[in-house]
């Protein structure tokens, strides 16, 4: 103490302009060879201090109030950053899954040309050889040759216009979201003896498992005096939740050869439906898939039916993400401004510091703590509050549809029923290094403010 009264006393010498003791004068306190102070950055008295200046009341020169401001600013902001980014993975995640769940990866159909009769087709007659060609294929799973066609399907409680799958049994059983759905009724066991329909379809037909369901096409019998339409009832015996509103409500699932007599397709497919061991690379196989269907050949995979979709989503996926670093931007601000505070009403501490041996570098660590500190709790209760939102989003979208009264998210738009979120290492990852290093960043300009300030200056009118 009596060495720090020592270098208050010089400082006031520089003010009057007389000599200061020069064993005293920027020499660290309690040394006895009165050497310059040579501390390791980040020493043990820097961080004492900084913990002094935050936690410091305003009546004591501290800005504890723009603290808590900075430390609750950081923390929304990336407890949004987060949230969004998990929700945009698991709303990405559920679309490509009900997608590659209840679709094929790949569709292999044939070009149209005409038959013996004169009549334009795109049928394909030899389709139990090519079938064979096509699972030959290395990393394709399953093929199944599919009859389909859009009719109209009625019943006592109501008509839906529905799209029919024919299928063989072997084959619909092993269709991820059909065999193994969100919710069912009935069992796939007995399928061979109707129909399986979407939850949807059953809703707007009103009717359920036992009940009959008359399915009309205009492409019906062949008459001497034209075509008329078929109609033929068939019991319901599975209904499914797939996850996607537009199955549920379209998709009917007919056994393949009762398809191919109600559609008048005796001894053709329509399609080839082809289920691959990596959907994400599915283009790979593209070359082999139209080598092995023959020449009349063409293909339609998942990317390319919904490659419109997901390029918006990456495109608002990258949007959002600027947008929200921009949040956290002006969040990280808000240590600048206290910062700059916090400076301002230390200033006679910081001469005093100067003046009894702490270099500049020091006073800098000691600001760039206080800073840094704020924007690393702030980061911390983010990165907790993001993901207790993800784990728990299930009950807190309840409560906000329960609050709201209900139709806050209409599957019908969104094309799935709930709100997904999905936890990912790297997105957590990126919103804590943007966070950090914004805040890092920002906090040098005040803490070299601090650091260049002139002990003299400071302690002027001390």
Same mark, same amino acid.
């Given at each position: 103490?009596?060495?720090?009264?020592?270098?208050?006393?010089?400082?006031?010498?520089?003010?009057?302009?007389?000599?200061?003791?020069?064993?005293?004068?920027?020499?660290?306190?309690?040394?006895?060879?009165?050497?310059?102070?040579?501390?390791?950055?980040?020493?043990?008295?820097?961080?004492?201090?900084?913990?002094?200046?935050?936690?410091?009341?305003?009546?004591?020169?501290?800005?504890?109030?723009?603290?808590?401001?900075?430390?609750? #600013?950081?923390?929304?902001?990336?407890?949004?950053?987060?949230?969004?980014?998990?929700?945009?993975?698991?709303?990405?995640?559920?679309?490509?899954?009900?997608?590659?769940?209840?679709?094929?990866?790949?569709?292999?159909?044939?070009?149209?040309?005409?038959?013996?009769?004169?009549?334009?087709?795109?049928?394909?007659?030899?389709?139990?050889?090519?079938?064979?060609?096509?699972?030959?294929?290395?990393?394709?799973?399953?093929?199944?040759?599919?009859?389909? #066609?859009?009719?109209?399907?009625?019943?006592?409680?109501?008509?839906?216009?529905?799209?029919?799958?024919?299928?063989?049994?072997?084959?619909?059983?092993?269709?991820?979201?059909?065999?193994?759905?969100?919710?069912?009724?009935?069992?796939?066991?007995?399928?061979?003896?109707?129909?399986?329909?979407?939850?949807?379809?059953?809703?707007?037909?009103?009717?359920?498992?036992?009940?009959?369901?008359?399915?009309?096409?205009?492409?019906?019998?062949?008459?001497?005096?034209?075509?008329?339409?078929?109609?033929?009832?068939?019991?319901?015996?599975?209904?499914?939740?797939?996850?996607?509103?537009?199955?549920?409500?379209?998709?009917?699932?007919?056994?393949?050869?009762?398809?191919?007599?109600?559609?008048?397709?005796? #001894?053709?497919?329509?399609?080839?439906?082809?289920?691959?061991?990596?959907?994400?690379?599915?283009?790979?196989?593209?070359?082999?898939?139209?080598?092995?269907?023959?020449?009349?050949?063409?293909?339609?995979?998942?990317?390319?039916?919904? #490659?419109?979709?997901?390029?918006?989503?990456?495109?608002?996926?990258?949007?959002?993400?600027?947008?929200?670093?921009?949040?956290?931007?002006?969040?990280?601000?808000?240590?600048?401004?206290?910062?700059?505070?916090?400076?301002?009403?230390?200033?006679?501490?910081?001469?005093?510091?100067?003046?009894?041996?702490?270099?500049?570098?020091?006073?800098?660590?000691?600001?760039?703590?206080?800073?840094?500190?704020?924007?690393?709790?702030?980061?911390?209760?983010?990165?907790?509050?993001?993901?207790?939102?993800?784990?728990?989003?299930?009950?807190?979208?309840?409560?906000?549809?329960?609050?709201?009264?209900?139709?806050?998210?209409?599957?019908?738009?969104?094309?799935?029923?709930?709100?997904?979120?999905?936890?990912?290492?790297?997105?957590?990852?990126?919103?804590?290094?943007?966070?950090?290093?914004?805040?890092?960043?920002?906090?040098?300009?005040?803490?070299?403010?601090?650091?260049?300030?002139?002990?003299?200056?400071?302690?002027?009118?001390?």
């Amino acid at each position: 103490m009596a060495r720090a009264r020592q270098a208050f006393t010089n400082a006031r010498a520089f003010r009057r302009g007389l000599d200061p003791d020069p064993q005293i004068l920027l020499f660290a306190p309690g040394t006895p060879t009165g050497e310059p102070m040579t501390a390791a950055p980040f020493a043990r008295f820097e961080w004492m201090i900084a913990w002094r200046y935050l936690r410091a009341r305003k009546a004591e020169g501290g800005v504890s109030t723009m603290t808590w401001i900075s430390l609750l #600013g950081i923390t929304l902001a990336v407890f949004a950053l987060i949230a969004t980014l998990a929700v945009r993975s698991g709303f990405r995640e559920e679309f490509v899954d009900t997608i590659l769940g209840a679709n094929a990866h790949v569709t292999v159909y044939a070009a149209s040309e005409v038959n013996a009769a004169g009549v334009r087709t795109r049928t394909i007659p030899d389709y139990e050889p090519i079938a064979e060609r096509l699972r030959a294929v290395p990393g394709v799973t399953r093929v199944a040759p599919l009859i389909k #066609g859009q009719v109209m399907a009625a019943s006592p409680g109501g008509t839906a216009g529905v799209e029919v799958f024919g299928i063989a049994p072997a084959d619909l059983a092993t269709i991820p979201r059909i065999a193994h759905p969100e919710a069912h009724a009935g069992s796939l066991d007995r399928f061979a003896e109707g129909i399986a329909i979407g939850s949807g379809v059953a809703r707007e037909l009103g009717v359920g498992i036992g009940d009959r369901v008359r399915l009309i096409s205009p492409d019906g019998v062949k008459t001497p005096f034209g075509t008329s339409p078929r109609v033929n009832a068939y019991e319901v015996t599975y209904i499914f939740t797939a996850g996607r509103y537009d199955i549920d409500r379209t998709r009917v699932y007919m056994p393949f050869a009762e398809a191919q007599s109600y559609f008048n397709r005796e #001894g053709v497919a329509d399609e080839f439906e082809v289920m691959v061991a990596d959907p994400e690379h599915v283009d790979d196989l593209t070359s082999a898939l139209l080598r092995a269907a023959g020449e009349r050949a063409l293909i339609w995979s998942w990317r390319d039916a919904s #490659g419109s979709f997901l390029r918006a989503l990456d495109v608002e996926d990258n949007v959002m993400f600027i947008i929200l670093s921009i949040l956290v931007l002006i969040a990280t601000m808000n240590i600048v401004s206290g910062l700059i505070m916090l400076v301002k009403n230390k200033g006679r501490d910081i001469g005093i510091l100067r003046t009894v041996g702490l270099s500049e570098g020091s006073i800098l660590r000691v600001f760039f703590i206080c800073g840094a500190s704020v924007g690393v709790a702030g980061t911390l209760l983010g990165v907790i509050l993001g993901c207790l939102f993800a784990i728990y989003i299930d009950p807190i979208f309840s409560l906000v549809n329960y609050v709201s009264g209900g139709g806050v998210w209409d599957p019908s738009i969104r094309g799935i029923y709930n709100l997904p979120a999905k936890l990912e290492l790297q997105d957590v990852l990126s919103a804590v290094l943007l966070s950090l290093g914004l805040s890092f960043v920002i906090t040098i300009f005040p803490a070299r403010r601090a650091a260049r300030m002139n002990p003299v200056e400071a302690l002027r009118y001390e």
